[in-house]
Structure formats: C-alpha cells, structure tokens
Nanobody, 120 residues
C-alpha cells in the first residue's frame, strides 16, 4: 500500500506564493509519475502539473509560467511551487502517484489533499 502526505497549503493573498510538498511511502515502484491535481467546489478534479520519473513535466495551461513542479533527491517526493497565485487557484490540491500521466488520475494513489485559498 502506498501512502501520500501533502503539506504546505494555506491562505495566501492574490499574487502570493505557496510551496506544496508531497511525500510517498510504502511499496513504491521504481518507475513512477507524480503530480498534483486540484478540485474546486462544483468542479471536476483537474491536473495541475505532473512529472515523470525521468523529469518530463506537464502543466495545465492555466498554471503555465506560474507553477513549477519538481522532484526531490528522493524520487518519492514532489513539490509544487506556486507563484502569482490567483483567486481561481483556490481548491483542494491532491498529490498523486501513478504509472503514467495518462493513467494516474484513474489508477494512481491519492493523498488526502491540502486546501489552498487565494483571497484578499
């Protein structure tokens, strides 16, 4: 069983920054993809950013240029640096670990989520 723990969420003013962290533990396979999804009330859970074991990244168009996903030296750790935050970034952010970017939403493991609120 794989467990994911997110941290770093909170309340921030528009234009501010937050850094989310996710650490995975358990029976983690060597080759895997990790990423961040978010879900706002009344909306579908959507991909924010993902990074493969080889370092290939994918970003939602809505966060390109503002968010950066990265892996720690330990490959079961992933970060999301969020800059220039907007109110529409407000959501619960979930860490995910899966086989590929294409399949991780459906078959990957999920963290419990961390709330990010962008408001004045």
């Amino acid at each position: 069983q794989v467990q994911l723990v997110e941290s770093g969420g909170g309340l921030v003013q528009p234009g501010g920054s937050l850094r989310l962290s996710c650490a995975a533990s358990g029976s983690i396979f060597s080759m895997h993809t990790m990423g961040w999804y978010r879900q706002a009330p009344g909306k579908q859970r959507e991909l924010v950013a993902a990074i493969t074991n080889g370092g290939i990244t994918n970003y939602s168009d809505s966060v390109k240029g503002r968010f950066t996903i990265s892996r720690g030296n330990a490959k079961n750790t992933v970060y999301l640096q969020m800059n220039s935050l907007k109110p529409e970034d407000t959501a619960v952010y979930y860490c995910n670990l899966g086989l590929t970017i294409a399949t991780m939403k459906l078959t990957g493991y999920w963290g419990q989520g961390t709330q990010v609120t962008v408001s004045s």
